[in-house]
């Protein structure tokens, strides 16, 4: 018993002007895949210390940020979570650190956090 398959060709109505290539099929990364989405990535957690929360007397606040941040992104999404005015945003990228304890050896994984400075009179709650 054999099996017949009908193949008609494509018509011009039905081909696109514009080829799509999917990004695995390309062989590029998509500009997406590494960058967080704006407000819900960007800011991972506050960076809570004895220094930060001297810090915060003087409207600096410290979050720690995912990878592939940049200060606009800290701006808006600190802006549209807490209600505030930014001033200034420094991005700073601590280093993974080598541990040892006995004979193993292991890392201390590297921070990347953001120095946020909002306008006077304003304030974050962080709890």
């Known amino acids: 018993m054999k099996h017949t398959v009908q193949v008609t060709p494509a018509t ?9 290539q999917d990004a695995k099929q390309s062989g590029k990364r998509s500009e997406e895949s590494h960058v967080p989405s704006l407000v819900t990535g960007v800011l991972r957690r506050p960076h ?4 930060t929360s001297n810090a915060a007397k003087e409207n600096k606040y410290v979050f720690a940020i995912a990878a592939g941040v940049n200060k606009p992104m800290v701006t ?20 993974s650190k080598k541990r040892m304890r006995g004979r193993q050896i292991g890392w201390k994984q590297g921070l990347r956090k953001a120095i946020v400075q909002v306008k006077e009179g304003q304030t974050i709650e962080i709890q």
Do not use: C, F, G
């Not at 011009?12 to 799509?20: E, G, L």
């Not at 809570?48 to 220094?51: A, Y």
């Not at 808006?76 to 280093?95: D, F, G, K, M, Q």
């Open 12 to 20: 011009d109505a039905a081909q696109s002007d514009v080829p799509i």
């Open 48 to 51: 809570i210390t004895e220094k």
């Open 76 to 95: 808006h999404a600190v802006e549209s979570r807490y209600n505030v005015s930014v001033e200034t945003v420094n991005i700073v990228n601590l280093p």
